[in-house]
């Protein structure tokens, strides 16, 4: 077995020893320094561009934010409560922000220690908090705004296009697409994506459509049109028409799924699903207390159909794009208008022991009244038996103890 001399990463002189495996560095300090050096040489920091086009929209729309919350402390006229919410939007979108960064950090080869100090944070806080990077990156590389919601409701919805995107394609190109349609062209797409290592902004420079763009449509989140992806697949080095029976299958499917209508409450548990199910009290405090726990859980639940300024408040809360909603409140208040609601009569409430035996007496007192036996068409099988076997009498004591008095 070939023993080393000096330590791989210092180059110090090994100190000799004559049992155990032949050691290569001299302490664990300089092992643990050549792997960092090796996962620096491997992590190629170009791994990065996909997340790098989501994380750069991101901190545009964080940046827009910011830009809202200035223009609302210069304002006098701004209301009261307004550059607080702002704030509070700021805080929820650096929050998802933060594990992006996290896995950015990590997919460049930084260490747990040094993210944890970084974060003022322990490694192992850090570690557990962030532990598998693939899944960070699946769960937050997803277009922020607008939100998109079931497939009718952004089909018909205008304005649902990016404006990051829609600078370098028109809004045709491609629509807001439900994962579960998409599923079937998405995956393809990104394979030869994948196999040409053609970067996506390479990519997006010559189709002529931004990376971000790019991105979305490779994530399932957007349905290009058959131009984009004919043009999709001649960048990648592909055939046309081997996509076009995926293509069409697809678009088949979208445009069947696309009949279907949206109501307003399953449109807002949508936005609350993908705001990432945030609990009543957190929603009551995003909104500094302007809204109340029962109007957000009979809203979310649909059993009322609130004034236009709760739907406002709770989609600003959870991230999404009011204009989106305003039609579906619109055909909600309406459908609600022309329902006759039926009368209900409220009773005081009654201890449940009260109330209990109440519902008792009321459901058997006719039995509990009026014995069976009581018609003369009727016999007693139990007196019949009764009367052919009676019942013997007992014996009495034979001595009758008096008992004394007590003092």
């Not at 008792?360 to 009581?374: D, K, R, V």
């Amino acid at each position: 077995m070939h023993r080393h001399e000096f330590c791989s990463n210092c180059g110090e002189r090994l100190k000799p020893q004559r049992t155990g495996r032949p050691a290569e560095y001299c302490d664990t300090t300089c092992r643990q320094e050549a792997h960092r050096k090796q996962n620096r040489h491997t992590n190629d920091p170009a791994s990065t561009c996909e997340l790098d086009v989501v994380l750069f929209d991101l901190t545009g729309n964080l940046r827009d934010e910011v830009r809202h919350l200035l223009n609302a402390l210069e304002n006098p006229h701004t209301p009261a409560e307004e550059p607080l919410a702002s704030l509070m939007r700021i805080q929820q979108q650096a929050e998802k922000i933060l594990p992006g960064m996290v896995g950015r950090a990590r997919l460049r080869g930084v260490s747990w220690p040094r993210i944890g100090d970084v974060m003022s944070l322990h490694k192992d806080t850090v570690r557990r908090k962030y532990p598998d990077v693939d899944r960070i990156l699946q769960r937050f590389a997803r277009p922020r705004r607008p939100i998109p919601l079931p497939p009718s409701t952004a089909d018909r919805c205008p304005g649902s296009g990016d404006d990051s995107d829609t600078s370098h394609a028109p809004k045709a190109h491609s629509q807001i697409a439900d994962p579960a349609v998409t599923s079937q062209l998405a995956p393809v797409l990104s394979h030869l994506q994948r196999a040409s290592k053609i970067s996506l902004r390479v990519l997006g420079e010559r189709t002529g459509l931004s990376a971000g763009h790019l991105a979305r449509i490779c994530s399932g989140e957007r349905f290009p049109d058959w131009e984009t992806t004919a043009a999709f697949a001649r960048t990648c080095g592909a055939d046309p028409a081997a996509l076009r029976k995926v293509w069409e299958d697809a678009d088949r499917h979208r445009t069947t799924k696309r009949c279907t209508t949206t109501s307003l409450d399953s449109a807002l548990r949508y936005l609350h699903q993908r705001a990432g199910s945030p609990s009543i009290r957190s929603i009551v405090i995003a909104s500094s207390n302007l809204l109340s726990e029962d109007e957000v859980t009979a809203t979310l639940d649909g059993a009322t159909v609130p004034d236009w300024e709760v739907i406002r408040r709770l989609v600003f809360v959870l991230d999404g794009e009011p204009s989106f909603f305003h039609p579906l409140w619109e055909e909600a208040s309406t459908r609600r208008a022309t329902q006759k609601p039926t009368p209900t009569r409220h009773s005081p409430r009654r201890p449940r022991s009260a109330g209990r035996l109440e519902e008792l007496l009321t459901t058997f007192g006719n039995a509990l009244a009026t014995s069976p036996w009581q018609n003369p068409h009727l016999t007693n099988p139990l007196s019949d038996f009764l009367r052919q076997h009676p019942v013997p009498t007992p014996i009495p004591a034979l001595t009758q103890w008096p008992i004394a008095p007590r003092i």
